[in-house]
């Protein structure tokens, strides 16, 4: 190469692909045995809601059929309506959570 001679970097355009990781809602759902206290108790110790909002979100599903309780990325959400169900397995109320993607 001659000593003049300019040197240009190649043109390559990069693109940055950073993607927002998506979104679960995790779901509860009403049924006729589990005791309110016991979905509150839930709420709060696996989601950790505070007093009022548990409250709240216990009242919605037992009223409207479901209600969501809170947004993760979907590995947390999972685990948490793992933990949740898990719990009331062990206690015997067939009290459901489900995780579904954001629209
Ligand atoms: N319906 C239940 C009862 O009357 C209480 C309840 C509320 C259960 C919300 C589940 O997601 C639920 N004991």
Same mark, same amino acid.
């Given at each position: 190469?001659?000593? *003049? %001679?300019?040197?240009?970097? /190649?043109? =390559? $355009?990069?693109? /940055?692909? =950073?993607?927002? /990781?998506?979104?679960?809602?995790?779901?509860?759902? *009403?049924? %006729?045995? @589990?005791?309110?206290?016991?979905?509150?108790?839930?709420l709060?110790?696996?989601?950790?809601?505070? +007093? #009022? #909002?548990?409250? $709240?979100?216990?009242? @919605?599903?037992?009223?409207?059929g #479901?209600s969501? =309780?809170?947004?993760?990325?979907?590995?947390?959400?999972? @685990?948490?309506v793992?933990?949740?169900m898990?719990?009331? $397995?062990?206690? +015997?109320?067939p009290?459901?959570f @489900?995780?579904? /993607?954001e629209?």
């Amino acid at each position: 190469m001659a000593e *003049n %001679d300019v040197v240009l970097a /190649p043109r =390559v $355009k990069t693109t /940055p692909k =950073v993607e927002k /990781p998506k979104l679960y809602k995790v779901l509860l759902f *009403n049924d %006729d045995y @589990t005791p309110r206290e016991f979905v509150v108790m839930v709420l709060k110790y696996v989601f950790r809601a505070d +007093g #009022s #909002s548990a409250e $709240k979100i216990m009242l @919605t599903a037992h009223m409207k059929g #479901s209600s969501v =309780v809170a947004v993760y990325t979907k590995d947390i959400a999972e @685990t948490k309506v793992k933990e949740a169900m898990d719990l009331a $397995k062990e206690a +015997g109320f067939p009290l459901m959570f @489900t995780a579904e /993607p954001e629209e």
